[in-house]
């Protein structure tokens, strides 16, 4: 991106040239959840998202901590040999009791064990001993005693805003183990703090004035001055209903709720209701918005996510206006804009995170979806959920702050001083941060640091990737255990195999030697101060031309023993134990592939980023080789194949995925039908529903990608063409009283997005 901050710059740097884990904080409006879309968009290594929340996990594209880890709720002692059972409500976990948790299926374990770069987003709600536990349960399961088993760790959030909750009966024992209850506080970032980048450069705000008022009300450095010019803008009898287009920022839930059923109530006409459309497995605790939504013409209602069309026409916190409602219709009107809009559904996702066997990349399964209208009522809504939202009018009733924090979080969330009203004056009392979360700020990295550490851990990078990769002592250690399990298995279908794992076994040790040396060379290579990449792009190069064919070679070995097991009756355990192989010497060799594209791009001082590094010939290598080995295989056993398909019995079910989740919406479903799927399959694979799809062709007829008449019979289309001759209405409405059930809402859309 261009527009990025330098901070944002160098950690996009620190993600992709370092393995260094990096704490990304920000005031309100600079930019963090762009920097993050940019990060999962833009890295070349293995990602997994999480979040403390069902609903921060959704906002962010991910999943749950608990449920990635598959971490209990209760609190966590970071010891062994301790008693964790205090009462009925308190309960801990300790490294022993937590183990039992680490039982998990083999898509989740090789999900943790292929994830290099983890992101935890809204990390300011996460309690210490949280992290503690992430960290035990990663080493476990990685079986590797660094820091988070070795993964990256970026963390995102604005320590400023949502605080842990920690009960004060947990607190007791808590205490004597941690000294506060923030992630910093946690046992493994006091041992490895993570380098601390703040964005500085803000987006939401451009008043001078304003932005120095909210970086003292931040710093704890609020004035009695900056209090008196505040309380300028008290109104107490600000009257809302006259002035509309203010949204009342509240402390508590039901003063938001109590407002915004009143003032739907007292708009004259009728209720018209919107139920979401839920597909697949999608739980209620993570729904991004109630179920059920209820409007009348003149509801004021805001967006709660941007417009991802060209058009932009809203953004998060955008507000407007209820014109005109039908069932499959709403229409909202920006006063001033003069301009008037059709709302379009918005789709949530709920993932997984799943390996893909053939690229051994971490990939996102879609498990359900929730597909709503994106808005909600909006004469108020408490300072919490405001989190993210920017508002150009607010009146803000933060008489009852009662969170560290909170006031600044209101009054962030406009875009300037002309929208504020407040309804009560401010108190100095009760608006001061947290002192622990100010003293940590005091860890924000200068610009002199931030350069010697990216230099620093490049280097230390490149020379630890170079290295493991050529590093195949864990490897040869699988053919080992493979080679004398045959001497424990009472399958006699699977000791036929025994002299070939020997064979290979042997092929694989014999690498170890010429790769320590080469190792060795490595490690002199980087002990210069100044290192000479052309001369290790050389080494690299001669060593990739002698060491490929050989891993390659087993690769091949591998995946033809599999082809061949596979259609043998009652050895499924054995074909099992070959899957985990050939996991490990795929990786092996698409590691191999990875560390040359690595060097070739440093010499070329290209930037090392997804584009660069993943190259079509390493996405494509196992696919390939499997092509080439099922032919080899149908070659040497000709009456075999000739029989039947059905004859394989331990064969992976494909399952339908998106191949690219993070593409737009519409271009997934674009690609699908260019291969040939009908709507109502696209919506199957998709798990959305067939109206879904067709508005995703009303965008995609919209921008000329399909055409009117690849969707519609011509018949209909030319009676559509008499049908709107003349008309200009926004909305659709009168049509289709006018032709009833001829044509359906979609079939007009996407008629009237073709003109």
Known sequence: MENLSAQANYVLQFINQTNRSIFLTGKAGTGKTTLLKEIIKSTHKNTVVVAPTGIAALNAGGVTIHSMFQLPFGGFIPDSNVDTHFSETVKFDSKDTLRRH????????????????????????????????????????????????????LFIGDLLQLPPVIRDDEWQTLRKYYRGKFFFHSHVIQQNPPLYIELSKIFRQSDETFIDLLNNLRNNKITTDNISFLNQYVQPNFDLKANKGYITLTTHNNKADVINTQSLKDLEGNVTTYKAQIIGDFPDKIFPLEEVLELKVGAQIMFIKNDLSFEKNYFNGKMGFIKSLTSEEILVHFPEENKTIEVERYEWQNIRYSVNGMTKEIEEEVLGTFVHYPIK??????????????????????????????????????????????????????????????????????????????????????????KETFNWIALAQEWRNHKYSYLDSDISAKSKHSDWATQQFELCEALLDPSAKFMLQLDKLFREENVDFKFINERIQAAYGYFFEKLDALVYQILYKIEEVQRIKQVKQFYEELQVLEEVQTNAVLRLMKAKKLIETIVEAKKINKETINSPEIKNYKRQLT???????????????????????????????????????????YELWIDKNSIEEIALIRKLTVGTIMGHFTKLIQDKAVAINDVLPQDKIEELSELFKNYKEDSLNLLKEKVGDQFSYDELRMFKASL
Do not use: C
């Open 102 to 153: 680490f039982r998990m299926s083999g898509v989740k374990k090789a999900v943790i064990q292929n994830m290099e770069l983890l992101i935890i987003d809204e990390v300011s709600m996460l309690r210490a001993d949280l992290m503690d536990a992430i960290d035990f349960m990663l080493q476990s399961v990685r079986k590797k005693r660094n820091p988070f088993g070795g993964v990256q760790v």
């Open 627 to 669: 092509s080439r080995i099922h032919e080899d295989f149908k070659n040497n056993n000709l009456s075999l194949i000739e029989e039947k398909e059905s004859l394989i019995y331990y064969k992976p079910k494909k399952k339908k995925t998106e191949k690219e989740t993070k593409k737009p919406t519409t271009q997934i479903t």
């Open 377 to 466: 009522l909006a004469w108020a809504i408490t300072v919490h959920k405001s989190q993210g939202l920017t508002f150009d009018k607010a009146a803000l009733d933060v008489s009852q702050v009662f969170v560290p924090g909170q006031a600044y979080v209101a009054l962030s969330r406009l875009r300037s001083l002309d929208g504020l009203i407040l309804l009560s004056p401010l108190q100095l009392n009760g608006i001061s941060n947290d002192d622990e979360v100010m003293d940590y700020a005091t860890n924000k990295a200068s610009t002199e640091v931030l350069q010697k550490a990216l230099q620093t851990e490049t280097k230390n990078f490149l020379h630890n990737y170079f």
